[in-house]
């Protein structure tokens, strides 16, 4: 069974620049979720999908952060614009029951200079 | 206060030594405990979970859960090289809860078993 694949693996931007990340859940898994983990803390949830629709977006800045699903399996995060503080990895996961038991891909370490 | 705090560490032990690993949580509405254990340039992996409180049991991993002092732990027994990580505790709420499905981490703690 495939994992969660993320692309890209590695981004460095600038300051005020746009940066997207992708993401292709394990077959079947109705359940999305994009986390943020800055260097030392544990992932903090950014939005959560059921499908295609948005269970829980109550973390994510909506100012300068948005993500879709549009056909209920690959999903993408975008960053515009980029702040410094947005330096992290960025985390997908996906569930099949939509419960603790989430399987996540390897991040996208971004660097925003 | 975090909603889930944790020692990160970092912590340093012999091979063969039982390590144990601790977190506190704040919200009494989380019923199911996580930890996940996440290697270098890796994505955390689901490693073991608890249901409300007791104690389960996999190999060398036992993971407890107090609710009442709202305490989580994990023992590693006869820890080896190859655990070396950082370790995450989780918590989520119930079905049908707003929180459930929703794992809110500690910050981790690094773990290094040395030869």
């Known amino acids: 069974e495939a994992g969660v694949a993320q692309s890209p693996r590695y981004k460095i931007i600038e300051k005020r620049q746009s940066v997207a990340f992708w993401c292709n859940p394990i077959?079947?898994?109705?359940?999305l979720y994009w986390y943020q983990q800055i260097l030392g803390q544990g992932p903090k949830l950014l939005i959560q999908?059921?499908?295609?629709?948005?269970?829980?977006d109550s973390q994510l800045p909506k100012d300068r952060f948005s993500a879709e699903r549009l056909k209920g399996v690959d999903s993408t995060l975008k960053i515009q614009p980029a702040k410094l503080e947005d330096s992290a990895v960025y985390l997908c996961?996906?569930?099949?029951?939509?419960?603790?038991?989430?399987?996540f891909g390897p991040g996208t370490r971004l660097t925003v200079t | 206060q975090k909603e889930v705090e944790q020692d990160p560490g970092p912590l340093s032990v012999p091979e063969g030594a039982i390590v144990s690993l601790n977190c506190t949580y704040s919200n009494s509405a989380f019923q199911y405990f996580m930890w996940y254990r996440q290697y270098s340039r890796k994505g955390p992996e689901l490693l073991m979970y608890t249901y409300s409180s007791g104690n389960k049991e996999d190999g060398r991993f036992t993971a407890q859960v107090d609710k009442s002092s709202k305490y989580i732990s994990l023992f590693i027994r006869d820890s080896q090289p190859s655990d070396s990580a950082t370790y995450l505790c989780?918590?989520?709420?119930?079905?049908?809860?707003?929180?459930?499905?929703?794992?809110?981490f500690g910050q981790g703690t690094i773990l290094t078993v040395h030869p």
């Open positions: 989780a918590t989520s709420g119930n079905a049908g809860g707003t929180s459930y499905g929703k794992l809110t």
């Open positions: 077959s079947g898994h109705a359940t």
């Open positions: 996961a996906s569930s099949l029951r939509g419960n603790y038991e989430q399987y």
């Open positions: 999908f059921q499908n295609n629709g948005v269970v829980d």
